[in-house]
T-cell receptor, first 115, second 112 residues
């Protein structure tokens, strides 16, 4: 039973390029969350999705960032026209509905470096 | 807005010693989680605390929750070097479905 799968593990982009981060939730999990971690800081909530629905995007920057969780395939976090300040570790987590006391299961993260 | 604070932010302790990490949160919640993160790695779930007075123990770590005081503690007994990591508490914000708000983290370094 594979855990939460994120790819790529490391991503280098030049300023102005697009970054696409992928997340496949654990089997049986229908809820996906994206978090961002800046160096030496805690995790900051970005967005919470269910299949084909964005439930809470209160942590997403207003511009350049978008997320989706299609009916088929992984969840995608997309960052357009990346800037140096976007360099961070992006973690995806999944859970069954309502958490049920288990909390999230986190993926290994994608470390984005903007040069 | 829910705020979660941990202290200390950094803790250096000798092997064999005991210490406690504190996690305070600002609004009502009845669900709190503790995670461990090793450098460059993902987050590992340690404890889930679901009710007032809950206490969980695993090895040298023990976590407790006081919802009235809005306080959780992570107690380390007879620390060993393998416990060196960053520890995060995270709180479910009541009324916001499954969204977790994380504390700032406590970086623990256990020295010989």
């Amino acid at each position: 039973n594979a855990g939460v799968m994120q790819n790529p593990r490391h991503l280098v982009r030049r300023r102005g390029q697009e970054a696409r981060l992928r997340c496949s939730p654990m089997k049986g999990h229908s809820h996906v969350y994206w978090y961002r971690q800046l160096p030496e800081e805690g995790l900051k909530f970005m967005v919470y999705l269910q299949k084909e629905n964005i439930i809470d995007e209160s942590g997403m920057p207003k511009e350049r960032f978008s997320a989706e969780f299609p009916k088929e395939g992984p969840s995608i976090l997309r960052i357009q026209q990346v800037v140096r300040g976007d360099s961070a570790a992006y973690f995806c987590a999944s859970s069954p509905p309502g958490l049920d006391g288990y909390g999230y299961t986190f993926g290994s993260g994608t470390r984005l470096t903007v040069v | 807005e829910l705020k979660v604070e941990q202290n200390p932010l950094f803790l250096s302790m000798q092997e064999g010693k005991n210490y406690t990490i504190y996690c305070n949160y600002s609004t009502t919640s009845d669900r709190l989680y503790w995670y461990r993160q090793d450098p460059g790695k993902s987050l590992e779930s340690l404890f889930v605390l679901l009710s007032n007075g809950a206490v969980k123990q695993e090895g040298r770590l023990m976590a407790s929750l006081d919802t009235k005081a809005r306080l959780s503690t992570l107690h380390i007994t007879a620390a060993v070097h393998d416990l060196s990591a960053t520890y995060f508490c995270a709180v479910v914000n009541t009324g916001t479905a499954s969204k977790l708000t994380f504390g700032t983290g406590t970086r623990l370094q256990v020295t010989l």
